[in-house]
T-cell receptor, first 110, second 110 residues
Framework: EAQVTQNPRYLITVTGKKLTVTCSQN?????MSWYRQDPGLGLRQIYYSMNVEVTDKGDVPEGYKVSRKEKRNFPLILESPSPNQTSLYFC?????????FGPGTRLTVL | SQKIEQNSEALNIQEGKTATLTCNYT??????LQWYRQDPGRGPVFLLL?????KEKRKERLKVTFDTTLKQSLFHITASQSADSATYLCALGSGGKLIFGTGTRLQVFP
C-alpha cells in the first residue's frame, strides 16, 4: 500500500531533550516536506526537500533540522525542543504537485 | 506578507445542496492552487489542483474555479452528502513551496 509513515505518532518530552521524528514514503517520490499545524494558524511549512541531499527552508524553519540522505526518508530533528514547538506535525511527499500526507505526529514539549 | 483567507466560520448546509467554499489570497502570485480535505486527527487528502492559466476544474461532484485577477478560488461540492463533512483547506503553490489556508469546516446535515 502506497503510504507515508511517521513515527512516533504521539510524543511527550521535556524542554531541551533532543528528538527525531521519522518520516518514510514507499512511493519513490522525490519531493518531501514537513509541516506543523496549529489552531488558527493552519499548516505551516518547516522544511522541504526536492531530492536526496537537497533541502530548503520553508516558512518556519527555526529550531528544526532535516536531512535527506535517502530518497524514502526525511527525518525532522529538534535539537533542543521548546514548549512553542508543541504542535501537530505532518510529513508529506509528492511525485508532482499533489501532496500525500502522513498520519501526523502530536508532539508536546513540557 | 503572503496571506490566504478562508472563512473560519463553519459552513452548515443541508444534504443535497451545493456547498461553496471561498479562498482569497493577497501578496502572492501562485503558479497553482490546490484543495485538500482533512478529517479530525488525520492528514490532509488531496482533492483538486488548478493552474494559474486555468479557470475551472471538475472532478465528479467537485468543481474549483480560479480567478487570478480577483485572487480568489471557489470550491463547490454539488449534491452534498453527510460524508462530505470535513475541513477543507486551500493551498497556493509556486516552486517547492506550498502555503496553506487555515481551512473551512463544512457540516452537512440531513
Amino acid at each position: 500500500e502506497a503510504q507515508v509513515t511517521q513515527n512516533p505518532r504521539y510524543l511527550i518530552t521535556v524542554t531541551g531533550k533532543k528528538l527525531t521524528v521519522t518520516c518514510s514514503q514507499n512511493m519513490n517520490h522525490e519531493y518531501m516536506s514537513w509541516y506543523r499545524q496549529d489552531p488558527g494558524l493552519g499548516l505551516r511549512q518547516i522544511y522541504y526537500s526536492m531530492n536526496v541531499e537537497v533541502t530548503d527552508k520553508g516558512d518556519v524553519p527555526e529550531g528544526y533540522k532535516v536531512s535527506r540522505k535517502e530518497k524514502r526518508n526525511f527525518p525532522l530533528i529538534l535539537e533542543s525542543p521548546s514548549p512553542n514547538q508543541t504542535s501537530l506535525y505532518f510529513c508529506a511527499s509528492s511525485a508532482g504537485l499533489a501532496l500525500f500526507f502522513g498520519p501526523g505526529t502530536r508532539l508536546t514539549v513540557l | 506578507s503572503q496571506k490566504i483567507e478562508q472563512n473560519s466560520e463553519a459552513l452548515n448546509i443541508q444534504e443535497g445542496k451545493t456547498a461553496t467554499l471561498t479562498c482569497n489570497y493577497t501578496n502572492y502570485s501562485p503558479a497553482y492552487l490546490q484543495w485538500y480535505r482533512q478529517d479530525p486527527g488525520r492528514g490532509p487528502v488531496f482533492l483538486l489542483l488548478i493552474r494559474e492559466n486555468e479557470k475551472e476544474k471538475r472532478k465528479e461532484r467537485l468543481k474549483v474555479t480560479f480567478d487570478t485577477t480577483l485572487k480568489q478560488s471557489l470550491f463547490h461540492i454539488t449534491a452534498s452528502q453527510s460524508a462530505d463533512s470535513a475541513t477543507y483547506l486551500c493551498a497556493l503553490g509556486s516552486g517547492g513551496k506550498l502555503i496553506f489556508g487555515t481551512g473551512t469546516r463544512l457540516q452537512v446535515f440531513p
